[in-house]
């Protein structure tokens, strides 16, 4: 009997100091992590709304309210043509300041992500915002542009005889040139060898028709970019309400117009 004694003496000697031991651990746990949420607070947590905007207002600031090479280089126009896409957003495409993001800023991160292929994480760290922030407001941006049509997209009137300008005088009665770009996308691994061109980079071709005062009369996106230049412009001339609707007298560059001579009527190529 005493030995069984002291043997359950012993086990509950060692109970109680592992319980002790617990309730030490825990204590000093919960202190470790008031001392850290104390120390976020003094030091402004970067995910405070309020800390963050001197910082996005001085970035904005920066790129549209300085010099004008500093808002050419990021993001591809200067302060005029900026102030002046922002007042057509607003007023024609109906873009509107969210709670905390302004027109403004908007169309900034819409140009730097066309101007430079900027990710979305970049353009996140650059305006100090969220991933989800700069997408909803790309997209944004980019439905009220695709309201402008109407304004970006004109009917061309054709070179006079009398014209007096050096470049166009030449043609009279051409709308307009035509040409090809290629521009970078990203596409399923299984669709990449149709979309890449034959300097290897994976793009889709697009065709555009400028006026004589280069704006847009035509734009056809959506080929892959190891498409030809003959094929696009064949299909943009078969297609309903197509390019041979829109003109009879282009100008393009001399492969394209050999080879596509004597496969379309009714379009005059130079």
């Known amino acids: 009997m005493n030995v069984a004694g002291k043997n359950n003496d012993a086990v509950y000697l060692l109970l109680e100091e592992i319980i002790h031991q617990t309730i030490v651990f825990i204590c000093m746990f919960i202190h470790?992590?008031?001392?850290?949420?104390?120390?976020?607070?003094?030091r402004g947590y970067k995910y405070s709304l309020i800390e963050r905007m001197p910082n996005q207002i001085r970035e904005l600031n920066r790129l549209t309210r300085g010099n004008h090479y500093d808002c050419l280089e990021n993001l591809s126009v200067d302060r005029n043509a900026f102030g002046r896409l922002c007042i057509i957003l607003r007023n024609r495409g109906g873009l509107v300041d969210g709670k905390h993001v302004s027109v403004e800023e908007q169309v900034s991160m819409f140009l730097g992500i066309l101007a430079h292929h900027k990710k979305n994480r970049v353009v996140r760290y650059t305006y100090n915002r969220s991933s989800q922030t700069v997408s909803h407001y790309v997209h944004l941006v980019l439905t009220a542009i695709l309201q402008l049509h109407s304004i970006l997209l004109v009917r061309p009137?054709?070179?006079?005889?009398?014209?007096?300008?050096h470049r166009w005088k030449w043609f009279k009665g051409c709308l307009g040139a035509l040409d090809g770009t290629f521009v970078n996308v990203r596409v399923p691994t299984i669709d990449r060898g149709r979309y890449r061109t034959r300097k290897g980079q994976i793009t889709t071709n697009v065709l555009a028709v400028c006026d004589t005062n280069m704006n847009f009369v035509y734009v056809l996106p959506g080929w892959e970019g190891s498409a030809s230049d003959v094929r696009i412009l064949r299909d943009s001339v078969n297609r309903p309400h197509g390019l041979k609707e829109i003109t009879t007298y282009v100008i393009m560059d001399t492969l394209t117009a050999r080879d596509l001579w004597h496969h379309i009527e009714g379009l005059d190529i130079i």
């Not at 470790?32 to 003094?42: I, N, Q, V």
């Not at 009137?157 to 300008?165: G, I, L």
């Open 32 to 42: 470790h992590l008031e001392e850290t949420r104390g120390s976020k607070r003094k």
């Open 157 to 165: 009137e054709p070179v006079p005889d009398d014209s007096t300008n």
